[in-house]
């Protein structure tokens, strides 16, 4: 089996990324993983995160075993939703983390400074402490209604613009997005996108990561521009 990814190259994969895919056991079996990976990896997503809510721990290390080699070989970090203790066993690049999970300060302590870790937030005031915590990166929304979260109400897009000044590490938009909503969302400030369901569902994966990252555009970030 190929070793897991190098965590300087996993921070950097993470600096480059501007799509990021959840694996999502909602939406697709753990069988069609390493398929769905490998055609997304293909269209241009650039950070992946195993999300099994209703799968033993078992069965979500013996998934994330699968796939961390497969995209280690191209130079992409897989991070597990929640369960820190299986970061290490898995090799996986980190973990992401919700606001009711273990803490950024608590899940640092435990992995290290060389994991990636990443927070979901649902307000301005939510981004800017989980920056302060020292998360590695930020997951913003959801913007829209989602079948991911229907618990959570949407933000909206507005809100992107409240966070592109005091937020400087990397934030993903996310929350019932699909091209046109993901072009809104760059015209908002928007640089970089978490989507589910539409690239999961897609008859064609690779091409419907390329058509997200097409909507994203390619003109310097708003947000960079904002600040020079």
Same mark, same amino acid.
């Given at each position: =089996?190929?070793? /897991?990814?190098?965590?300087?190259? $996993?921070?950097?994969?993470?600096?480059? /990324?501007?799509?990021?895919?959840?694996? &999502?056991?909602?939406?697709?079996?753990?069988?069609?993983?390493? #398929?769905?990976?490998?055609?997304?990896?293909?269209?241009?997503?650039?950070?992946?995160?195993?999300? $099994?809510?209703?799968? #033993?721990? &078992?069965? !979500?290390? $013996?998934?994330?075993?699968?796939?961390? @080699?497969?995209?280690?070989?191209?130079?992409?970090?897989?991070?597990?939703?929640?369960?820190?203790?299986?970061?290490?066993?898995?090799? $996986?690049?980190?973990?992401?983390?919700?606001? &009711?999970? %273990? +803490?950024?300060?608590?899940?640092?302590?435990?992995?290290?400074?060389?994991?990636?870790?990443?927070?979901?937030?649902? #307000?301005?005031?939510?981004?800017?402490a989980g920056q302060a915590l020292g998360a590695d990166y930020l997951g913003f929304g959801p913007l829209?209604?989602? +079948?991911?979260?229907?618990?959570? @109400?949407?933000?909206?897009?507005?809100? !992107?613009?409240? !966070?592109?000044?005091?937020?400087?590490?990397?934030?993903?938009? !996310?929350?019932?997005?699909?091209?046109?909503?993901?072009?809104? /969302?760059?015209?908002?400030?928007?640089?970089?996108?978490?989507?589910?369901?539409?690239?999961? %569902?897609?008859? &064609? @994966?690779?091409?419907? /990561?390329?058509?997200?990252? #097409?909507?994203?555009?390619?003109?310097?970030? =708003?947000?960079?521009?904002?600040?020079?």
């Amino acid at each position: =089996m190929a070793p /897991a990814l190098d965590p300087s190259r $996993a921070h950097a994969a993470l600096q480059q /990324a501007r799509l990021y895919a959840i694996l &999502d056991s909602s939406y697709a079996p753990t069988s069609s993983w390493p #398929s769905l990976a490998t055609k997304l990896a293909d269209g241009g997503v650039g950070i992946f995160q195993l999300r $099994a809510k209703k799968l #033993s721990k &078992d069965e !979500i290390l $013996a998934a994330a075993k699968i796939l961390v @080699p497969l995209l280690a070989q191209r130079g992409l970090p897989l991070l597990l939703n929640d369960h820190p203790d299986l970061v290490a066993p898995s090799g $996986a690049a980190g973990c992401h983390l919700g606001q &009711d999970d %273990l +803490g950024i300060p608590e899940a640092r302590r435990l992995l290290g400074s060389s994991a990636l870790l990443g927070l979901s937030t649902h #307000s301005p005031c939510q981004a800017t402490a989980g920056q302060a915590l020292g998360a590695d990166y930020l997951g913003f929304g959801p913007l829209y209604a989602t +079948g991911t979260k229907p618990d959570y @109400p949407p933000i909206g897009p507005a809100k !992107i613009r409240e !966070i592109l000044r005091p937020v400087t590490i990397p934030f993903f938009c !996310i929350g019932g997005l699909n091209p046109d909503r993901v072009t809104e /969302a760059a015209s908002l400030g928007a640089t970089r996108v978490c989507v589910v369901s539409h690239l999961l %569902l897609a008859p &064609d @994966p690779t091409k419907a /990561a390329r058509e997200v990252l #097409s909507r994203l555009g390619t003109s310097l970030p =708003m947000k960079d521009a904002l600040r020079s």
